[in-house]
């Protein structure tokens, strides 16, 4: 279904991809800047990486799916950072252990930023001389380089966030209150359904494998809420004591929220009786009147038990969103990185991902890739749940109605958020 | 969907659900003889328990959900009991940790079974002055009963099978040699089925709340294979390499038999180039024409991979068992409580149970029901595979075309097997 | 220094070792049938061993020490054995891991009892043949099936005081009050002194390696307590926040009581604010007029420095108990196996182990043993502390006031007291 | 036997005092700048800090030991630096995790350099305005410095020797060649001996408290190495199987070993049957004339009784030392911050730290200081063993004699080494 032939490009083709990917690698950049030397080299918890990792790493991407198997004559950059900078391929060979990523006090990110520079400049010139391009490996190169820059906010996030000082990262912008509107559930009917990116679509924009081949599914009636809850909502969970009412979770939700001691959503913090939240912009008084986000599956299943209700599933979400799905803050420096209510604006896509209780399992007749390329998506579904939508920190353009993010049930760096279904 | 009202039950009615109580009740008893006394406590692995345990947890399971609330005037048994007994209901409160079920030198196995009769037989009691009862609780404590039946010869196997001397429990049968028929796909079209129990049969059989309520999907055309793999081919996949190539595995089933060094399924030993199986008739020299079980689902997936197909959905095995299904070997002494080939036979039911890759999520609209039966199975609706078929030690009558049972994807020590889809 | 040659022994010796071991042969059996047969395989906790296992340990040990290399034609009773039963001895190749003593089900203790009879049968044919025997190898297993006694007795009140019941493994004898004496330190003078067990006691009686050789320490002016710490005293540092000031503690002291929650000596619980005792005659109120004991160094340590003082290093101790030291109560089945009081008796002997603030390495020019002989204590010399005393299960005639107890720190389950120094 | 008390200083005391301070200020700030910016947050394993905090937590040490009871209006920089640059005083209240000191992004590197002039400042406007002051907080706070210069040293050189580049911290200078001296034993007689520091030693030069109070101790006659053991004598320890040989370690090291796949001292990287050593001036093959360093406890002892010998007791190393110890090689940043041999030299002082089989307790009367200095030394006197004799990485001045360095048995980031007695 990918189509990873060289494909002939027209000259204006090119010239979007080309800006498109320069845009791409300078966004990168930029975000690292925003960051102190001093803290590049930090890995603030095991399922974090340093920045300086995250810009190799992204580097290291395009040398090796793109550069060595097509550009003649390319030089690696550096053999060593074939194995540093491989995050989990085992088709690309042995690689640094992810917990081993807080000693790269070597390579200094001024070479990291040299390896930038020559892998960037050496897409440009294999694009400069060929016509005919694997036009899908350099897209995917882009969305995953998205995809890190999206990770990279959210490591920052749990450094700063857990960091003593709480310290902003971005000035406050302000922005003019929104009341939520009065939560209701949107009803669809029952029927067959296509399901996932077509075939068309495909071979005319990016989608990844795991959103391939579009099938039929058949859904029941179902309700889907027009926002996501509120800060106020979930606290009303927490002051009627949903963390220590186990008929309200699934076993294993019950378990890691007693073993951790986990009491709110991630950043969320009570002193005397009040609860505080650490966003982008530092620590402030829980605004009551922002979509809840951090909270694992656990808690969104919890919750929605709670509220006599369900998460959708993933097919549910992507039918809503197909018929009815609004887009709003993607990932714009100049906002508040953080999700927020907008008049007549539903968020399907943007603000916040959203919890599907649906696993991240191959769709019918999906068939992985070969090589590097099929361990991009395939060899992690399982024991992943699926997350619909994208993020205030998720990159403009990356996201799409059939798009598929997953992580294990218990993760919370991540914007996840609740949307309810009946 | 479950009534759980008291019914008004016919005398013949009536005496057909003693007669299976009792009959359910001596079994249990029966394979707590197979052992000897010293065995009686040991609890050989996390994941199992001592054989007296499950003698009481059984009981404690008629107590608790029929006795105290519908027998007047009922007397428990121990009040500590409670405590020691319950597996995992919080609606019942605290209770011993699973992992201090080893320490259970007291209460004695003697006046454990003195509380299966004083409960066995408080339950006739009820049934014999009764006419309207709560039949849905009675069929749920024997299929619980059963349950515990299968987990209980499953955890002695375990006990026998990684003693040193792997000596054998019970005596072998001579049994005919059949050839597995040649494998091939059964094919079926695309359509909109139905899966799950329907109102009526819960109404009138029993089954699990899990497996309710019946709804429609649709299937795209898929094929389902006539039989499960044999040792012979699943040891072709081990020569091949299987457990030493990376690009055959999800990620974390790679993990998982490099981390703990797996290189077969669970009871098969390598000495001198042959494999060696453990049975319940002891250990052998590999027999090339069983199916092959105790496996993972990681494994179950690997081969699938392997062999170029996949794992069947819980869904599509249910549309093919609900047309061709046929049953064959579930619980017998007079047999060797090994999985078997027969003529003619596709064993869909019966012999052993089949990963799918689904997940173990609700159907739509399922509604967990409340309380402590609330926990029975809709607290596990996380992280957990389907199996289907029931097995070898599944006791006679307990299974059904639309059971779900699951498992955590690296358990293997039920027996589960492979059925190829594509 | 330790003879392990053969020596001539004169008939009435002979007959008294053959007494003594027959003797020792006996009580571990006599131990084993305190138990259930349910009881014999269970491994309560990981530093213990089952029954059954015990029982075969030390049949195994006069099996490989003196049967295999001493007497002619000697068939080993299984070479199975020798993997299942070897605790710890490189020298005798590969054992089961001591965590999978839980797994014993074979070989039953009929079984094991069957190689005891076959093991002491031909120790007594050896000795009956033989008049030059290595006597040291025979005191030696004597010495060692000893101390599986004392363990075996702290294995069993760990399972039984572990278990919801807290059942009394034998019936409560009554003892008449006694009022501990009052507290005083007996004075030593500063002088060159002998520790160890001289070269003429080690020919003429038994002692361990670990005890040689003697030689000579300079010692400072020091104080002895009189007697152990009482409950009533030990209850005093728990009531003045002892458990709760950090101060008090070493640095793995104060980790070891936090992170595992601990707030009284093992076998103590509160209940409705009084405390009550686990003791094999049963649970009961604690009874202040006792020995403390099941104590950790950490807590004999913390208590030590709470009141001013320390505790004695083993060559203060065993220079005090070579001058004043008296005994009593060691282990006796007609007693209520607990420490107690008695009048004008010191007990450095018997009634309860005494921590010491010294490390449990090896004495200047102490060379161990060669092959497995070596391995019996010299290979723990790091990271345990010295134990001296013995206690009311020390079988009579195991203790000397040079033997060496060690375990580590943190450890409880042994009869383990307090008796300060300054 | 500590006199903490303020003491009246003549000028010229008082101004060598200032001199000492300010040259312990400036050189941990040195170390500080031999890193990149980069690097100063990481901290590369768990027994290991960040530089940054090295940097401020010798500063905090000034601030809470001297200034705050001694300075009148003395002003805190700042509150939050108590909880954050507390490294374990239970007396000065909660603190960061030490685990947790990855996530010091803030206080930046520049703020703590603030920090650290503040303090100094500070303390020299103390010093200037007092003639009568806590002499010995202030060499306290000296030496506590000097130690945290080693540490920081050695934390460092595993960052950089962990790193995939091992590249060199500083340039290698050259050294002439010195041919170890033949090995020898020295020989001491038997007699009553003085160890630990004299009463009088304290009051007029500095000691830590664990070397005190001065004591007799009873030694028999000992041989004491005139060197300690050459890269060439370990390797042949490990060329004879040495790693892989049970008999010649302690349990506890064969556990060690084995679990942890050790097969050399740290720093050492076997490639294509060649040793290489990782050194402050980078990667190079092994020197095998240079003494062996970074090696555990149980590695030195596993290769004193592989030769036959064994490891001194503090007490006889502190003898010999006294009597016949010279000292070279010191922190001196002029060299190559390694081991050497020196012709005539036989560097009980300095070059390497060597190995005790002492475990660090109190010596007889030692009384630890009250309040936060008792939390120094005293708490940590169980499951450690003593080295003696400070390093190449131990700053001039800061050793002595009668100096107890411990760290637990299987550590080996320190430069520490074997001197084998007999």
Redesign the interface.
């Known amino acids: 279904m990918i189509t990873i032939d060289k494909v002939f490009t027209s000259n204006s083709e090119k010239q979007k991809l080309i800006e498109k990917f320069l845009l791409t690698r300078a966004n990168t950049e930029f975000i690292s800047k925003m960051l102190?030397?001093?803290?590049?080299?930090?890995?603030?918890f095991s399922d974090a990486s340093p920045m300086?990792w995250h810009l190799a790493h992204t580097s290291w991407y395009f040398e090796n799916f793109l550069l060595v198997p097509y550009l003649n004559n390319y030089k690696l950059f550096s053999k060593?950072f074939n194995?540093?900078f491989n995050s989990?391929y085992?088709?690309f060979g042995d690689r640094?252990d992810k917990s081993?990523r807080?000693?790269?006090?070597?390579?200094?990110?001024n070479e990291i930023l040299e390896y930038r520079n020559y892998v960037t400049e050496n897409v440009i010139e294999y694009l400069n001389i060929n016509d005919e391009i694997p036009i899908y490996l350099l897209n995917l190169g882009i969305a995953h380089e998205e995809q890190h820059q999206e990770l990279a906010l959210c490591d920052i996030k749990y450094?700063?966030g857990?960091?003593?000082?709480q310290?902003a990262l971005i000035l406050k912008k302000e922005e003019k209150i929104v009341i939520p509107e009065d939560f209701e559930f949107l009803e669809f009917s029952?029927g067959?359904y296509d399901i996932g990116i077509s075939e068309n679509d495909v071979n005319t924009s990016f989608a990844f494998d795991n959103e391939s081949p579009q099938?039929?599914?058949?859904?029941?009636n179902?309700g889907i809420a027009n926002r996501v809850v509120t800060n106020a909502e979930y606290a009303e969970f927490i002051e009627a004591g949903g963390y220590s009412t186990?008929?309200l979770?699934?076993?294993?939700?019950?378990e890691f929220v007693t073993k951790n001691k986990i009491k709110a959503p991630l950043y969320w913090n009570e002193e005397n009786g009040s609860f505080y939240n650490y966003k982008f912009t530092g620590k402030e008084l829980l605004n009551e009147l922002e979509p809840v986000c951090h909270v694992s599956?656990?808690e969104a299943?919890a919750y929605s038990r709670f509220m006599g209700y369900?998460l959708p599933t993933e097919q549910e979400w992507e039918i809503a969103c197909n018929l009815i799905g609004e887009e709003d803050n993607l990932l714009d420096f100049d906002t508040n990185l953080h999700p927020r209510y907008k008049k007549d604006i539903n968020h399907f896509l943007g603000n916040t991902w959203q919890w599907t209780?649906?696993?991240y399992?191959?769709y019918?007749?999906y068939k992985s890739p070969e090589?590097a390329l099929?361990?991009y998506n395939g060899?992690?579904?399982?024991?992943q749940m699926v997350l619909r939508g994208g993020s205030c920190v998720t990159p403009q353009g990356h996201i799409r109605k059939t798009y598929r993010n997953f992580f294990h049930?218990e993760k919370r760096w991540q914007f996840s958020s609740i949307r309810l279904a009946k």
Do not use: C
């Open positions: 102190h030397t001093e803290e590049l080299a930090i890995q603030a300086k060593d194995y540093l989990y085992n088709s640094l081993q807080k000693t790269l006090n070597f390579p200094r990110t450094l700063y857990h960091n003593y000082y310290e029952e067959i099938h039929k599914v058949f859904l029941h179902f186990p008929s979770w699934l076993d294993e939700g019950w599956f656990y299943e369900r209780y649906s696993a399992h191959p019918p007749n090589n099929g361990e060899k992690f579904m399982i024991n049930p």
